[in-house]
């Protein structure tokens, strides 16, 4: 399979609806092949079938024949198939059956900014605190978290670094404190737009662990990358301002018991930067 993914130029596939995204992927472009070389060998036809010296005089009439008319229908009928057929059930399924913590999902929320990832995890609790925009400070609390309100005492925030574990569902509610970003991890085949004003889910289900993944590269051109630039990366595919080349995030797939240890790191390390504060 990584071998077919890198025949037809697509990244690894690393998500469980990745396949069915990539089927429907790789049907249009085989159907784009097909009119690009039929399209071209009528348009050779027609050149050599009606060039002036087996046509001196001009003929009004013209082409008596519906062949192509029956084509074009052809065409727009396999459009309409694979529209109906493929691309529509995959959207309504990553739309309509979104899930959350109650159904076991993982839930974390992205706040993008010009020009960064701003990733907020609820904590040992699973409730997100409340944010505050009039608490907002770029240094030390980048999305106005309230420290006040007792669900947010065990929330933190990573800046470009997500962390989630593998064979999970995950569920991401994206906003933007400014202009419109688009999250776009390309092996997850995610991709969605975040807008000032609205709070987006998008989930996915991520199939490889970050190791799996660097290890499937081997052989290949990315493989001479440096290693931090090896692993999933967050791209944000929205022109958002002068710095929108540098947006760019990590992201990182543990198992699940390497998920619960990151998770344990990050809440001593809170907990120790907490009590310096009170200090």
Known sequence: MLDLLRKYGLPINASSHGGSIDEVMVLFHWLMLFLFVGWGLFFIYT?????KSRNPKADYTGVQSHLSSGLEVAVAVIEFVILIGFAIPIWATRVNDVPNSASGAEEIRVIAQQFAWNIHYPGED?????RDITLVDEAE?????DREDPNAADDFVMVNQLHIPV???IRIDLSSKD????FFLPEFRVKQDAVPGMSIPVWFEASMTSKEFIESLNGTTRDTLPEVEKGFQIACAQLCGLGHYRMKGYLTVHDKAGYQAWLDEQAEYFEEESDDEDW
């Open 126 to 130: 699973g409730k997100f605190g409340n």
């Open 141 to 145: 609390n980048p999305i106005g978290i």
């Open 179 to 182: 202009v419109i970003h688009s």
């Open 167 to 169: 064979n999970k569902p």
């Open 47 to 51: 050149l050599i079938r009606f060039r």
